[in-house]
């Protein structure tokens, strides 16, 4: 009859209640939700490991986070999840020394000082955070930020009218956190993150990277696969997914299939229009795909020689690397943590280029050797932490939101609250469970019955 009644034939298809495909943070959760109510889950993942965008790897002799890193108090899944597995946050180191390269001038001080010469702008640009989200977890029914939500934060940043010095270290303090360019990223994007850290953008800062996860990001997404009776099944590249009013129908490139009554995708944005659905995602999803995410930047590890001092340093925002910190001092080594908005400006292999780039912000440090992994490059992410350019909140995340049929996402990227981080994705796997679990309840169909797809 069709591809999928060949492939039964062969015995290959595998059927259960539910799919989720990404074993990421969301995935990991969604799976592990609906397994632990009972529903027949497979969990399939393109890689050969779990934790999409997070990853712990051994690295310039230590286990280095190549992806998301940092956790907060304020982040009320991830925070819970840790507890639930009790697992530990371990605090960050305290910084001392820092500089800033602002109209071509390098500048020295003390970490506190550099955080008061951010204070004042930050306050300025962030002053509205909670005018516009008074809601911050309810991002769609802050009805104001309509009104902003075209504004790009370089237009923001602009608007302020500071000294030529105070906006540039602003706006490279920004491409720091959006890991990309200001000029189509979202103003509503920075308000809000400032407004579900309750309006402070000081405490917005310490959320961003000051705790990590005892053990790293890998023994917490180990704790919730452990936690699951969902059916995990690596390096299963979807390609194709068709779902009818029986069920919906998953192919890998390796010509395996799944069937299911529901599906959680848990990819990435940018990912998304890289599989054929069908029928087709709605032009809204679609569109929203193929423009992305902002987050396009580089993460990179450099080991330098020598027991260096506690600092952090701004470049320019249009440097390769426009953020060094110093983050683990050893004997006779230091290992610094470095991040640059444009993924292509960044060689994450090759010592010599990191030297250049190193010199132009922290000059003086020898460089060893260097790790990372590009994320922008890997075709199963496509992005770094999801940053969302302008219009995201009014335009598209209602209808990203929205499920079509047995399909639903989920994702950090589709977050109601700490969008862009592993709280975010955590969150969001809860609800894209919840709701499946709602609509399996609602289908009277035996939960073993596969449904078939032509
Ligand atoms: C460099 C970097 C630094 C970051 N820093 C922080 C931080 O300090 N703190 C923080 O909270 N967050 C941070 N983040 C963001 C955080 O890591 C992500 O928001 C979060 O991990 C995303 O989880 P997710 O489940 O939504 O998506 P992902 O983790 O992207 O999971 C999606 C999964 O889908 C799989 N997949 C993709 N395509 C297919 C396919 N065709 N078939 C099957 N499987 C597929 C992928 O391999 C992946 O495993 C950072 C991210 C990066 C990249």
């Given amino acids: 009859m069709n591809s999928s009644s060949t492939a039964e034939e062969r015995g290959t298809v595998e059927t259960s209640d539910v799919i989720v495909i990404g074993a990421g943070f969301a995935g990991l959760t969604a799976a592990r939700e609906l397994s632990r109510s009972g529903h027949r889950t497979i969990l399939l993942e393109a890689k050969d490991r779990i934790a999409g965008r997070t990853h712990l790897a051994e690295h310039l002799g230590r286990d280095l986070e190549l992806g998301g890193t940092w956790v907060h108090w304020t982040q009320p899944f991830v925070w819970a999840a840790m507890g639930r597995y009790g697992i ?245 080594t230091t290992t610094l943590v470095c991040f640059g908005p444009d993924a292509g400006a960044v060689d994450l292999t090759d010592a010599a280029a990191a030297q250049r780039h190193l010199d132009a912000i922290v000059p003086g440090l020898k460089v060893l050797d260097v790790a990372g992994h590009d994320w922008v490059a890997d075709e199963y992410a496509r992005s770094t932490w999801p940053m969302h350019y302008t219009g995201y909140l009014t335009r598209s995340l209602a209808e990203l939101q929205r499920p079509e049929g047995r399909i639903r996402l989920a994702g950090s990227d589709f977050a109601n609250g700490w969008g862009g981080f592993i709280d975010g994705a955590i969150e969001s796997g809860f609800d894209a469970a919840r709701e499946a679990a709602s609509a399996l309840g609602n289908d009277a169909r035996s939960p073993f019955q596969a449904p078939v797809v032509v």
């Avoid at 500048?107 to 955070?129: F, K, W």
């Avoid at 330098?304 to 390769?320: L, Y």
Wanted: charged residues 25%; glycine residues 6%.
């Fill in 88 to 332: 530990k946050a371990l605090p960050g180191p305290e910084f001392t020394q820092a500089s800033w390269t602002v109209n071509g001038q390098r500048h020295q001080g003390t970490a506190e000082s550099l955080l008061e010469l951010l204070d004042g702008p930050n306050r300025m640009l962030l002053a509205a955070a909670r005018r516009y989200f008074p809601l911050p977890w309810s991002p769609l029914d802050n009805p104001d930020v309509a009104d902003i939500d075209e504004l790009t934060l370089s237009e923001a940043i602009d608007r302020l009218d500071l000294p030529e010095d105070q906006r540039q270290l602003l706006r490279s303090f920004w491409t720091l956190n959006f890991n990309g360019k200001l000029d189509q990223a979202a103003y509503s994007q920075a308000l809000r993150w400032c407004a579900v850290a309750s309006g402070d953008w000081k405490l917005m800062f310490e959320a961003c990277a000051s705790f990590k996860i005892d053990g790293g990001t890998r023994r917490l997404a180990e704790a919730i696969l452990a936690d699951s009776t969902a059916e995990l099944r690596l390096n299963q590249v979807v390609c194709s997914i068709k779902q009818d009013d029986k069920g919906v129908l998953v192919t890998t490139v390796a010509g395996k299939q799944y069937t299911a009554r529901q599906l959680i995708l848990a990819l990435p944005l940018s990912v998304l229009n890289h599989i054929d659905i069908q029928p087709p995602l709605s032009r809204g999803k679609k569109e929203a795909a193929a423009r992305g995410q902002a987050g396009l930047g580089a993460k990179l590890w450099i080991r330098v020689q020598g027991r260096q001092e506690r600092f952090v340093a701004f470049g320019p925002e249009t440097a390769a690397l426009n953020f060094v910190q110093a983050e683990y001092i050893d004997h006779d």
